[in-house]
């Protein structure tokens, strides 16, 4: 099997990685000469027969990667060898006309775009899974209440499932993000060596409208000699973003599968081994490897940012970088995005563990309720806070529960009845706005669901 421009041979699915192969690069090359043809046959640019030809064989398997390889180690050039290639199986009477009025980066950048195009209807069901299984998770979990935490601290009550939700919602937006980004990134050009589409000339726009149309792409409105690498850089800040937001969601399933919290642990199948050490080790690894690939796709966005400023109408410096940068952001995005799905699929909450990680400070968990029934009662928000602190401060040093140290400090016992106090410091009453916010987040990624792919999640 032709090898990738990288050693993803660990990393993504096969689907995914046959996009980046080199005899498939190839074929899309050839696609592009086989439509720009057509399109150019289709009016009158070039002979009908001539085009049928050219199509004809392009499309026809005839023309090997190794042959191609056989002339780019003469030329030097791997899309004149294309070319070369094909024209050693056309007659000639259609030699003329294969690769006519274009220059290498009207395939090159095209294949980039047809590429990505393949890579993100491999790549977004895969987000929407995910999102799905979250939304699940979130309604599974409403009305579980859990220490939210905050700087690594107990803050307040939240619903379990509001995690989830929240991580289900940001991917349904990087599925809004893509969609809408695909008209500015998803591009195809004919337009020759510096963009004017010289040697077709008015017509040119004409057969890059046909081709794009053929291709599924959106023609570029103007170039130089490439499409601007703004454009490249969108793809991959998104591939990143997607990535990080996977990151966020590995990242707290690592902290709470921690020994001392405990509230939620990856699958861990029948015969893995967590340590070759250590027997008892259920390491997060999935996540792990979440965060760390996350990494690199955020370094790939520099690389594409540094590939914008190119000499005059193009020059080589982006060229090289970008046979990595592009294969490796959408292959560890799909890689990531398997874990992610499989960790989702057998994640294990343990709600008891929940429910006793709540009840670990003594009540001080419930200040903030406390301090609202004060401020309803006429205190004023600074006062009420001063006593709170000084009654919880005490109490969590003499190991009291904070209910208990409210009802016999002299000042806030005469504020607050034993009726109030239980509903105060009972975790059921503090949930909020949880269930229609998972509900809402629940009716929009079915909405984007309906919007973008009309099937289930």
Request: charged letters at 25%.
């Amino acid at each position: 099997m032709p090898i990738l421009p990288i050693d993803a041979g660990r990393y993504g699915s096969v689907q995914i990685k046959q996009i980046f192969q080199e005899n498939n690069r190839l074929h899309y090359q050839l696609i592009i000469e086989a439509t720009v043809a057509e399109a150019q046959a289709a009016i009158k640019m070039i002979p009908k027969n001539a085009a049928a030809e050219i199509a004809k064989t392009a499309k026809s398997g005839r023309i090997t990667l190794k042959r191609v390889s056989e002339l780019e180690a003469v030329s030097d050039h791997d899309t004149a060898a294309v070319v070369e290639a094909l024209s050693e199986k056309c007659s000639s009477k259609s030699k003329p006309w294969i690769h006519y009025g274009l220059t290498s980066n009207d395939l090159v950048d095209t294949t980039i775009s047809m590429q990505i195009r393949d890579a993100l209807n491999i790549i977004e069901p895969k987000i929407l899974k995910l999102a799905g299984l979250l939304v699940n998770h979130s309604i599974n979990f409403r009305a579980i209440a859990a220490v939210g935490r905050t700087h690594g601290q107990h803050a307040s009550i939240i619903a379990f499932g509001l995690k989830f939700a929240v991580w289900a919602l940001e991917l349904a937006m990087h599925i809004e993000r893509i969609e809408e980004g695909k008209k500015r990134f998803l591009l195809c050009k004919t337009l020759g060596v510096v963009g004017t589409g010289s040697l077709m000339g008015k017509k040119a726009l004409e057969v890059q409208k046909i081709v794009a149309s053929g291709l599924n792409l959106h023609p570029v409105d103007a170039a130089t000699q490439v499409i601007a690498r703004e454009r490249i850089a969108e793809v991959q800040y998104l591939i990143a973003l997607v990535g990080c937001t996977l990151d966020k969601i590995a990242t707290e399933v690592r902290n709470l599968q921690r020994t001392e919290l405990g509230e939620i642990s990856e699958p861990f199948r029948r015969g893995q081994m967590g340590s070759s050490a250590v027997p008892i080790k259920r390491n997060p690894i999935k996540s792990e490897r979440v965060s760390s690939l996350s990494r690199i796709l955020k370094s790939l966005v520099d690389v594409s940012l540094e590939n914008i400023p190119l000499w005059h109408e193009r020059d080589l410096s982006n060229s090289a970088n970008e046979r990595f940068t592009i294969p490796m952001g959408a292959i560890l995005l799909d890689e990531m995005l398997n874990s992610m799905i499989l960790v989702t699929e057998g994640l294990k909450v343990d709600t008891q563990k929940v429910t006793s990680n709540l009840n670990l400070s003594g009540g001080q968990i419930f200040s903030e309720f406390v301090l609202d029934g004060l401020v309803r009662k006429g205190v004023s928000r600074i006062e009420a806070y001063r006593d709170i602190q000084r009654v919880a401060f005490s109490a969590l040093e003499r190991g009291e529960h904070l209910r208990d140290a409210i009802k016999k400090d002299q000042k806030l016992a005469k504020l607050l009845t034993s009726s109030e106090l239980r509903f105060i410091f009972k975790p059921s009453n503090h949930l909020g706005a949880s269930p229609q916010i998972i509900a809402n987040v629940a009716e929009k990624v079915r909405a984007v669901r309906d919007r973008y792919f009309k099937r289930k999640i």
